[in-house]
């Protein structure tokens, strides 16, 4: 026997022992079979896909946790609009009853305009900065004080505006009416005046967008002017046309009890699962606009009804507040539904989660027991290969010398 073809084999076979003795401590330090693509491709490439899909439930289950809170907010707060307007309809109750005194119905209006007050503060409630009730509109409370009339920031008594002063294309200029409930948005093309956009309120008034008597001119002090008359429920406008500047309530013009909605109908909706997605929100125009449950106004009515002191009147207002209330109860439950929904799908993504992790480790992960018993043979059969090393080559040696 050659030396030289002895000392190769042995050099290989001692490598090999160290290898698979290195293997079996990994695998009893990391817990894992396969270490890289090499060890099993099969089951690496089945990892890759079940990482995959990890990763869209660990999405998943942020988008269900941040949706549950904020739809958990908008919830409460609609069932305290309940409470309130079921409060209403016992005020109003009390106050139709014929022979109250002229205080007695001023303190039951003044208890209806707190809950005007708690409704409009529930209709305009927040989350984490962002107005729920808003349509897409999240930077702004979509509830708005109406006011009779609003000027624009340009424009003066020595520098006017006029019928022919252009405006800016693109520009919107939004109209938002608190009796209608909706809004008649303007925007400017190119070569529009203020003219245009006077005629273009009055088509919108023409239409019913907009309430009878709203008109948009120039006033007096140069400033364009957009405005109800004395006896309306009141608009909030606003526009970011740079020719006519921002445009602010005047001063003292501001309408009790009257409110606008300056949000958009959008419903907005967050995917939850992979073929799941769920309406994270009800325009508040729906829930308590003219546009739906009707909710504020009815409430405005009931107030302004209190103060005229008329029993039948007081009754009928009372009764739109039941109508409303019941209406709202069915706008609502789209949203009850999607805190059910969401509250459903967070136990399922949270069992497929440890589904896929038990995937993940039988595809390559290794059992304590497993790793032990695999180290002790590669630590048996490591020291039979270094034994036998040890034998056959200084044999071999003395052979060759002989």
Known sequence: MRVTSMIPQAQYDIQQSQQ??????????????VQQLSDDPSASANMVRSLMESS???????????????????????????????????????GANEGLAASNLASIASNVEGVLQTVVAQANTSYEGTYVFGGSATKTP?????????????????????????????SETTISDAATGQSFTYT???????????????????AGTLSAGTTASISSSGQLSIGQTSTGSGVVVSSNDSALGSMSADTGSQVADSYAYVGDSQVNSVKVGDSL???SNIP??????????????????????????????????TQAISTALSSFNTLRVPLDEGVSELNSQETYLSQETVTLTTQQT??????????????????????AVLAAAAKALPQSLLQYLQ
């Open 56 to 94: 869209s439930v660990d999405q998943y289950t942020k988008n269900v946790s941040a949706l549950q809170s904020r739809m958990q907010t908008a919830s409460s707060a609609l069932s305290q609009v309940v409470t309130a307007m079921t409060s209403a309809i016992s005020s109003g109750t009390a």
């Open 188 to 206: 400017a093309q190119s070569g529009d005046t203020v003219a245009t956009l006077e005629q273009a309120v009055a088509g919108a008034v023409s």
């Open 142 to 170: 979509p509830f708005v004080q109406a006011s009779l009339s609003y000027s624009s920031a340009n424009g003066s008594s020595s520098s006017p505006l006029t019928a022919n002063t252009a405006l800016t294309a693109g």
């Open 20 to 33: 698979q003795l290195a293997t079996a401590e990994q695998q009893v330090s990391t817990g894992l079979r």
């Open 284 to 317: 508040g125009s729906t829930l308590f606009g003219s546009n739906g449950s009707n909710a504020i106004a009815s409430l405005t009515n009931l107030v302004k009804a209190l103060k005229s002191g008329n029993s039948t009147t007081i009754s009928t207002a």
């Open 362 to 383: 039988a595809l390559t992960g290794i059992s304590t027991a497993e790793a032990a018993t695999n180290l002790a043979q590669a630590e048996l059969d490591n020291n």
């Open 277 to 279: 997605s769920v309406a």
